[in-house]
Each structure stands twice: as structure tokens, then as C-alpha cells.
């Protein structure tokens, strides 16, 4: 007897009960200028971005119907892909647009992460030069359901073998896709059984995880390395405003492995995790803490949920 063919409703139901949120399975994605089906959202094989990874991208964070600092997410992607020489950039207004159809035909208004994509766009042929892309840039809009990523009640580090690579070899104030560093240090990460993997610079020095920012607390005091070797993120800046108005003394600054080792507090921050306390680092946990959300940690998180639910930029949905 032949075997059954599968159908569809059985992909459909194999795909929604393997999925953190089941709703994601019925997602609309935003590829080129239009909206297609969670199985049909594709690039050409000759985008740039599966070429070279030659894409930048934002990701952002849906609030009760607006976007947490989108004006600075989208300030971002514009001044990543100038620096990257792409030959033309979308308007601010029409990325808007489209972010705003992609969460209308999906229905989202509040605990939705979007992956915003900008890639260089399709190549005449297959190569590395920017001569082949004719077509214009190609604008993804990936919106799912997806609360903080991070456990509120802490997460685990270990410190990667894989270094962040230094501004004289690409510069990490540019938000680009090719992550290959940040993903052999999540496989260290995944690999020792924990969340995430700090990520020192050549000289040593902590620079940030494969993921986030991160910054310690000792003696009342906030610390997170100079934007250097790391992304200067839009969550770090935020924290670092917040923690100055509220009378924390902070540091910008140069922070070695130990000093996290032998910190108060630790804690990530990030769009997609917003702030996450670090319960342990190589097997050592912070002082204050002793396994717990510090409060300077709490103090932090509170503010920054009080600023998002206060300072969304609103959407036309």
C-alpha cells in the first residue's frame, strides 16, 4: 500500500505545534513591496543578502500600537546603509508603510517583535561586487508574536573564545547581517548548556554578548564598556539616560572579564530581551544578587517599562 500523503492542514498543524507561539504559523511577511504567506516570504538566491550576508537591519519592539524610539531604529538602518554605499535607501516614510500593512494583515497591536531588513537587493549575476545590484535594496518586514526573549528571573553566561571584531576591521556601529562571529559564540553558548556568551575585544576587555549590551553594578554604581567593540544599542542608550536622570552614577568605559566576575549586579539589554538580570558568569554569581534580580536591576526595569508604555511612537493601525 502507498504511504498517505501528507497534507496540508497536517504541514500546517506540524509547523504550529513546533512554534514558541502557534499564532506565527499564519504570519503575513512584507518582502520587496508586498505581503506574502509565512511559506512563501523568500529572497532570490542572487539577493545580496544570501551572497554576502550584505544587508542591515533594525529590530523593534511593538507597544500598544506604536514603537518603542522607532525614529532612532530607523535613523540606524539609514546610517548603517550608508556605510555600507548602498546606492539607494528606502524613504523613512516608506519603510513606515510598510511596517504599519505587515502588522494590520497580521493583526498585531501590542507583544510583537519585527525584524527589519534592508538588503543590498537582487544581483545580475552571483559575486561580490555592488556593480551587479540593479535592482534596487529589498525591504523585509518580519513581524511576529514574541514577548522579552530573555527569563525575567535571570539568565546564564559563559565568556566566548570568539572575539568581537575590532573597528579596524569592521565596525560595529554598523548594524550589518554578517553574524558569524556572534553565532560561533552562541554555539559556545549553547554548547555549555547556558543562554547567551559574553564576548571580550582583541585587547581582553569586555565588549558585549553575542546578543546584547551589557553592564555591571558595584557599589551603587553603573558601568557598561565604551561602544567601541560592540553595537551601540538603542536599549543601552536608553538605560544609560534613564540611570543618569535617577541619580545612578554611570560609566562609559573600558571594563575587564573580572570586574563582571566580581560585580554586584549584571544585567543585557536589547530590543528583543529589553533588560534581562545575569544570575551567573563562568560559574560565578554576582555578590548582591546571590542568584536573584538585583535592584538596582529591578530599579532599571521598572523605569524602562514606565518609558515604553509612556514614549511609543504611535502607528496608524
Known sequence: MPPAESTATDDDSGLRASLPDPRNADIQVWVGGELLPRAEAKVSVFDSSVQGGDAVWEGLRVYDGGIFRLSAHLERLEASA??????????????????????????????????????????????????????????????????????????????????????????????????????LAKVEANLAGVDDAIMLDVEGYVAETNATNIF?????????????????????????????????????????????????EVFTTGTMGELAPVVEIDGRRPAASAGEVGPVTRRLSELYAELTASEREPLPL
Open 82 to 183: 550608508r556605510a555600507m554605499a548602498f546606492a539607494a535607501i528606502p524613504s523613512r516614510d516608506e519603510i513606515v508603510d510598510a511596517i504599519c500593512r505587515t502588522l494590520r494583515a497580521n493583526g498585531m497591536r501590542d507583544g510583537a517583535h519585527i525584524r527589519l531588513t534592508l538588503t543590498r537587493g537582487v544581483k545580475l549575476t552571483s559575486g561580490m561586487s555592488p556593480h551587479w545590484n540593479t535592482a534596487g535594496p529589498t525591504l523585509i518586514v518580519l513581524a511576529e508574536w514574541k514577548p522579552p526573549v530573555f527569563d525575567k528571573h535571570g539568565i546564564r553566561l559563559v565568556t566566548s573564545s570568539v572575539r568581537r571584531n575590532p573597528p579596524q576591521c569592521l565596525d560595529s556601529k554598523i548594524h550589518h547581517n554578517n553574524l558569524i562571529n556572534n553565532i
Open 216 to 264: 555591571l553594578v558595584k557599589r551603587g554604581e553603573l558601568h557598561t564598556p565604551l561602544p567601541d567593540h560592540c553595537l551601540p544599542g538603542i536599549t543601552r542608550r536608553t538605560v544609560v539616560e534613564l540611570a543618569r536622570a535617577h541619580d545612578v552614577p554611570t560609566f562609559e568605559r573600558r571594563v575587564s572579564l573580572s570586574e563582571f566576575h566580581a560585580a554586584d
